[in-house]
């Protein structure tokens, strides 16, 4: 039995098709280990939204190689997501093959399994000779009959596994499940590199993401994600784009459901769930109904994460982002002014080309006026292929990048500590997701971490219902009540 590492970078979207390779490794009869050490199969499920997380993918391989010299032949490493252009084998198994070398040039999917047996993208000189393969993850079908080439023997599996979208995951926690609901971005925000990786929008039909959370509840799954870059637009692909925006004002004022929110509710009707979530989301896509979802279906938690990126207009025109600071407040209002206690979470680029210390200030400003519970913020570098590297040259130094960075953080702790201390002495249904050194991790319904130490008679998967005690920055302290 073949021994496999998995090491993923990035999203709740890079989780979730991590566990499809698990389920087609594991049925393909390939064992997990904790190490690469340990491993035959050394697997990179990678991010290229922002720069580091290449890095450490770069650093991780050649670290492989340099470590374990003697032996890194008897290593198969590959790589997956969103780094990965195109489907590839290295030079070295190609040896035998003829292949079509106009069709293999083509950056794009592959029409057929035969059109794998290529290596014309040189998207990594750095990593010449140290990877075996590199895998589209809407290919990953055919993961079995790449191996059983490489292997020269057969795994068993060549022709079992399904497209994509239809592909099962094993879940690594049963009490929560990560469905994904669509494929692709058409949003091309200049400074992204999703949409010429990922290509457009796909929707997985309402039956078949039901179908698939259905089964996850009866495997104990009491917590469900909708995941995908842009969840809002969810069918907006067969849906013409003025069509949609003439409409939206429809939905707005709740003459019509949009596809997402008549997604919600067939979800909200699953019995023995208690709580759906969904991530993420783009402000400019929002409706009225989706807002409204948060408070109409008893199933769904009172959190969003929606991206701001900057409060200048000026700034979010040049990322191409459609919507204004103004937009997003609105919500952000809307939201609290219903539930105090509504969590929300956002995401901002730290320096995009051209910013001013004017712009960043009023950014600044947005973190005082919309006090958010978490934001990941990004220092700003330029990805390649990105409609920003041909416009927009990133001229800001990354010492005033730093600094910058330091300052959301700080303000960041301070609108945490503040937003946390009003559940002090609260009483919240915890889900108990997953332990470690002796006390035990889960959220309440508006995202909050909250830990204890373990006891007995309760474990993971449990529900239980406590009393918040104490801050600890960025979680909480809590004690079981029953």
Same mark, same amino acid.
């Given at each position: 039995?073949?021994?496999?590492?998995?090491?993923?970078?990035?999203?709740?979207?890079?989780?979730?098709?991590?566990?499809? $390779?698990?389920?087609?490794?594991?049925?393909?009869?390939? =064992?997990?280990?904790?190490?690469?050490?340990?491993?035959?199969?050394?697997?990179?499920?990678?991010?290229?939204? +922002?720069?580091?997380?290449?890095?450490?993918?770069?650093?991780?391989?050649?670290?492989?190689?340099?470590?374990? $010299?003697? /032996?890194?032949?008897?290593?198969?490493?590959?790589?997956?997501?969103?780094?990965?252009?195109?489907?590839?084998?290295? /030079?070295?198994?190609?040896?035998?093959?003829? +292949?079509?070398? &106009?069709?293999?040039?083509?950056?794009?999917?592959?029409?057929?399994? *035969?059109?794998? =047996? &290529?290596?014309?993208?040189?998207?990594?000189?750095?990593?010449?000779?140290?990877?075996?393969?590199?895998?589209?993850?809407?290919?990953?079908?055919?993961?079995?009959? $790449?191996?059983?080439?490489?292997?020269?023997?057969?795994?068993?599996?060549?022709?079992?596994?399904?497209?994509?979208?239809?592909?099962?995951?094993?879940?690594? &926690?049963?009490?929560?499940?990560?469905?994904?609901?669509?494929?692709?971005?058409?949003?091309?925000?200049?400074?992204?590199?999703?949409?010429?990786? +990922?290509?457009?929008?796909?929707?997985?039909?309402?039956?078949?993401?039901?179908?698939?959370?259905?089964?996850?509840?009866?495997?104990?799954?009491?917590?469900?994600? %909708?995941?995908?870059?842009?969840?809002?637009?969810?069918?907006?692909?067969?849906?013409?784009?003025?069509?949609?925006?003439?409409?939206?004002?429809?939905?707005?004022?709740?003459?019509?459901?949009?596809?997402?929110? *008549?997604?919600?509710?067939?979800?909200?009707?699953?019995?023995?769930?208690?709580?759906?979530? =969904?991530? /993420?989301?783009?402000?400019?896509?929002?409706?009225?109904?989706?807002?409204?979802?948060?408070?109409?279906?008893?199933?769904?938690?009172?959190?969003?994460?929606?991206?701001?990126?900057?409060? /200048?207009?000026?700034?979010?025109?040049?990322?191409?982002?459609?919507?204004?600071?103004?937009?997003?407040?609105?919500?952000?209002?809307?939201?609290?002014?219903?539930?105090?206690?509504?969590?929300?979470?956002?995401?901002?680029?730290?320096? =995009?080309?051209?910013?001013?210390?004017?712009?960043?200030?009023?950014?600044?400003?947005?973190?005082? *006026?919309?006090?958010?519970?978490?934001?990941?913020?990004?220092?700003?570098?330029?990805?390649?292929?990105?409609?920003?590297?041909?416009?927009?040259?990133?001229?800001?130094?990354?010492?005033?990048?730093?600094? +910058?960075?330091?300052?959301?953080?700080?303000?960041?702790?301070?609108?945490?500590?503040?937003?946390?201390?009003?559940? %002090?002495?609260?009483? *919240?249904?915890?889900?108990?997701?997953?332990?470690?050194?002796?006390?035990?991790?889960?959220?309440?319904? &508006?995202?909050?971490?909250?830990?204890?130490?373990?006891?007995?008679?309760?474990?993971?998967?449990?529900?239980?219902?406590?009393?918040?005690?104490?801050?600890?920055?960025?979680?909480?302290?809590?004690?079981?009540?029953?």
């Amino acid at each position: 039995m073949e021994k496999y590492f998995i090491q993923t970078f990035g999203c709740a979207m890079n989780q979730a098709d991590s566990e499809k $390779i698990n389920m087609i490794l594991l049925q393909s009869w390939f =064992f997990k280990v904790k190490t690469w050490q340990d491993a035959d199969l050394v697997i990179f499920n990678t991010c290229s939204v +922002r720069q580091k997380w290449e890095d450490k993918v770069f650093w991780a391989i050649n670290d492989i190689a340099n470590t374990v $010299i003697e /032996s890194w032949k008897n290593k198969i490493v590959w790589i997956t997501w969103c780094m990965v252009r195109k489907t590839w084998i290295s /030079s070295e198994y190609l040896s035998d093959y003829k +292949r079509d070398k &106009n069709k293999a040039k083509k950056i794009n999917l592959l029409d057929n399994k *035969e059109w794998i =047996f &290529n290596n014309d993208d040189k998207l990594f000189p750095r990593l010449l000779g140290k990877l075996d393969f590199a895998l589209r993850i809407e290919e990953v079908k055919y993961l079995p009959f $790449i191996l059983t080439h490489i292997l020269k023997e057969s795994i068993g599996a060549d022709n079992v596994f399904d497209d994509y979208l239809k592909s099962k995951q094993l879940r690594e &926690n049963p009490s929560q499940a990560t469905i994904i609901i669509q494929t692709g971005c058409d949003n091309y925000c200049s400074y992204c590199i999703v949409p010429f990786t +990922r290509w457009k929008e796909n929707s997985r039909s309402i039956e078949d993401i039901v179908s698939e959370a259905k089964d996850a509840v009866l495997k104990w799954a009491k917590e469900i994600t %909708l995941v995908w870059q842009n969840v809002n637009s969810y069918w907006k692909q067969w849906i013409d784009r003025k069509y949609w925006n003439k409409e939206k004002s429809k939905w707005n004022e709740g003459i019509w459901k949009s596809p997402f929110r *008549e997604l919600l509710e067939e979800v909200n009707k699953i019995e023995w769930l208690d709580r759906i979530r =969904f991530t /993420s989301s783009n402000p400019h896509d929002m409706t009225q109904d989706i807002l409204d979802a948060h408070f109409e279906l008893d199933k769904m938690c009172n959190y969003l994460h929606f991206a701001l990126q900057s409060w /200048s207009n000026e700034m979010l025109k040049k990322m191409n982002r459609r919507h204004s600071y103004s937009d997003f407040k609105k919500m952000v209002d809307y939201l609290r002014n219903k539930d105090p206690e509504f969590s929300i979470s956002t995401d901002i680029i730290v320096w =995009f080309s051209w910013e001013t210390e004017s712009m960043f200030n009023k950014t600044i400003k947005s973190f005082n *006026e919309c006090e958010f519970d978490f934001a990941y913020n990004a220092r700003y570098s330029v990805r390649k292929g990105t409609i920003a590297e041909k416009l927009y040259p990133d001229n800001v130094s990354d010492t005033i990048k730093a600094e +910058r960075w330091h300052t959301l953080n700080d303000l960041l702790l301070e609108s945490i500590t503040k937003r946390n201390q009003n559940m %002090l002495c609260k009483i *919240e249904k915890i889900l108990i997701s997953w332990e470690k050194d002796w006390e035990y991790f889960g959220r309440t319904r &508006n995202f909050k971490e909250v830990f204890f130490k373990k006891v007995e008679n309760i474990k993971i998967w449990d529900i239980v219902e406590v009393r918040i005690d104490k801050l600890n920055k960025y979680n909480l302290k809590w004690t079981i009540i029953s």
